[in-house]
Structures are given as C-alpha cells and as structure tokens.
C-alpha cells in the first residue's frame, strides 16, 4: 500500500514537473525567437527561413540600432516614466493603506475614502474626457501625462492589496508601540513599512511592467513622435500601415523601419530592463500577493 502511494505521488510529481517545463519553455520560445530573429540576416528573415536559430549570424541590426537616436531617445523616456511612476507608486500606497488599513472606531472617515477608490477603479469618464483634461491641464507632450494616467488607474487596486497585508500584521506590535508613546508616522516608517517589503516589492514591480510595457496614452498624449516612449515607439514598428494613405515623409519612414531583423533587435532590448528587474523582486512576489491578498 505504501510502496503504491509512493508510486503515484512519483507518477504526479513527473507530471506535474513535465507540465511546468513545457510552459517554462512556451514563455522563452519567444524569446528565443526574437533573439535568433534580430542576430539573422535581414534575407532570411525576410524569406522566413529564422526558426529556433539565427540564419547567417550577424550583429547588423545592432549596429544599425546604434546609430537610431530615435530608440535611445524612446528609451530614457521610458527610463524616466518608469522611475517617476514606480516611485510615486511606491510613496503614495503606503501612505494611503496605512489609515485604510484600520477599523472605522480608529479613522471614523475610512468607508468613505474605500467607496471613493473603489469607484474610481470600477468606473471612469471614459478616453475623450480623458483626453479634453490632459489637455486643459497643459500637459500634452509632458512625461507627466504618462506618469499620472497610468499611476492613477494602477494605485488602487496596488492600495488594496498593501492594506489588506497590514491588516495581517500582528496588532500586538502596533499596540506596544502606542504604549511606548510612539506615534503614526514613527510606527508607519519603523515597524509596518520594514516589515512590509514583500508586498511593496510586489506592487512596485506591478508599477514597473505596466509603466514600462504601456503603449496607448503615449500614441493619445504626445502629438510628435520625439515625445514617444519606447512601447509606443515599437508598436509603430508592427503596426499595419495602409501605405496609400501614407504622406512621401511616413512612407520613407516606414520603409527604413520596415527591416524585421533591425526591429527584433529593438524588442529584444526593450525587454532587458523588465528582464533584469524581476529576478530581484521575484522572490517577494508569491509572498506579497498571497498575504496582501487575504482578508480577515
């Protein structure tokens, strides 16, 4: 009977290994690909012969990419959007969770600050509206606008996971502090925030990946293409264009952009950044979402 169990829960344990390698290797195709595409040679990708290996390696499109000033200004764009958003992020959350994260008898307002960002996040006004205060605000071409729309519309549901992990941290250590004569601020930045790094560490890669990877408001609020950032420069790149209704300028553009190895090259570097930063926050995320996600 024992020797039976300890089959099948081999038998399950092979399953469900074999499961995890096969997704391990479906997310990494891509990947690969993009990386095999961007070091072929622009013939073969063009005929489509790059599959799992690049096709007469090179580092042309590399080099190519060097010399697109257009790239590297997309990409410190998108550098400074993420650091103004993620550090927003990062500032405002918990100030905001910790009052919200006690009991109506501790902060008599608290229900009507949960209706008012539950609201928001379940409703808006809509992208026109959207748009008409962007722009009533002076804050079209402005790295702003992307730091300020997009935080808005991710801080609370960032909000509600760090206050439901506060509310899971021991009353107890906030109750001695109180005795000791500790007050709000000293009990926020000494106890609840250092004890709350896995889910801080969580929402700020959430921040981060969206900043970086969002693409829409930088194709609504910048009207010149000098003011993209990087995600809405390369969906330029594989967007479909119907060429007959392109000015002589768009169509001389596209042509120079129309190299499928030049523009995997750009993928691919535009991936780095997401790709360094989650191994270091990785290991607070299962962490952070599972607690900041139960409710008592």
Same mark, same amino acid.
């Given at each position: 009977?024992?020797?039976?169990?300890?089959?099948?829960?081999?038998? !399950?344990?092979?399953?469900? &290994?074999?499961?995890?390698?096969l997704?391990?290797?479906?997310? &990494?195709?891509?990947?690969?690909?993009?990386? /095999?595409? /961007?070091?072929?040679?622009?013939?073969?990708?063009?005929?489509?012969?790059?599959?799992?290996w690049?096709?007469?390696?090179?580092f042309?499109?590399?080099?190519?990419?060097?010399?697109?000033?257009?790239?590297?200004?997309?990409?410190?764009?998108?550098?400074?959007?993420?650091?103004?958003?993620?550090?927003?992020?990062?500032?405002?959350?918990?100030l905001?969770?910790?009052?919200?994260?006690?009991?109506?008898?501790?902060?008599?307002?608290?229900? @009507?600050?949960?209706?008012?960002?539950?609201f928001?996040?379940?409703?808006?006004?809509?992208?026109?509206?959207?748009?008409?205060?962007?722009?009533?605000?002076?804050?079209? +071409?402005?790295?702003? !606008?992307?730091?300020?729309?997009?935080?808005?519309?991710?801080i609370?549901?960032?909000? &509600?996971?760090?206050? +439901?992990?506060?509310?899971?941290?021991?009353?107890?250590?906030?109750?001695?502090?109180?005795?000791?004569?500790?007050?709000?601020?000293?009990?926020?930045?000494?106890?609840?925030?250092?004890?709350?790094?896995?889910?801080?560490a969580?929402? /700020?890669?959430?921040?981060?990946?969206?900043?970086?990877?969002?693409?829409?408001?930088?194709?609504?609020?910048?009207?010149?293409?000098?003011?993209?950032?990087?995600?809405?420069?390369?969906?330029?790149?594989?967007?479909? @264009?119907?060429?007959s209704?392109m000015?002589?300028?768009?169509y001389?553009?596209?042509?120079?952009? /129309?190299?499928?190895?030049?523009?995997?090259a750009?993928?691919?570097?535009?991936?780095?950044?997401?790709?360094?930063?989650?191994?270091?926050?990785?290991?607070?995320?299962?962490?952070?979402?599972t607690?900041?996600?139960?409710?008592?």
């Open positions: 009977m024992l020797r039976s169990k300890s089959l099948s829960s081999k038998l !399950a344990d092979v399953i469900l &290994i074999t499961i995890l390698i997704i391990a290797i479906t997310c &990494i195709l891509p990947l690969w690909y993009t990386l /095999s595409l /961007s070091l072929s040679s622009k013939t073969a990708a063009a005929a489509g012969a790059v599959t799992l690049p096709v007469d390696f090179n042309d499109s590399y080099k190519q990419l060097l010399q697109d000033s257009q790239f590297f200004k997309s990409f410190w764009i998108s550098i400074q959007r993420v650091l103004l958003g993620a550090g927003l992020n990062f500032i405002i959350v918990p905001m969770a910790y009052p919200l994260s006690k009991t109506i008898k501790d902060f008599k307002g608290r229900n @009507v600050f949960m209706w008012t960002l539950i928001t996040m379940l409703f808006n006004g809509g992208l026109i509206p959207l748009y008409i205060t962007i722009q009533n605000y002076d804050l079209m +071409n402005s790295i702003w !606008a992307l730091v300020l729309v997009g935080g808005a519309q991710t609370v549901f960032n909000i &509600i996971l760090t206050i +439901n992990f506060f509310r899971n941290l021991p009353k107890s250590l906030e109750e001695a502090a109180l005795v000791d004569g500790a007050g709000p601020w000293y009990i926020l930045f000494k106890l609840f925030i250092p004890l709350s790094i896995p889910v801080l969580t929402v /700020s890669l959430f921040s981060i990946v969206y900043h970086w990877n969002e693409f829409l408001y930088g194709l609504i609020f910048m009207t010149r293409e000098e003011f993209y950032p990087l995600q809405t420069y390369i969906q330029q790149l594989v967007v479909s @264009v119907d060429p209704t000015t002589e300028d768009q001389k553009r596209m042509s120079e952009l /129309s190299n499928r190895t030049l523009d995997a750009k993928i691919f570097i535009a991936m780095i950044p997401v790709l360094l930063v989650y191994p270091f926050l990785q290991r607070y995320f299962i962490h952070g979402i607690l900041g996600s139960v409710k008592e």
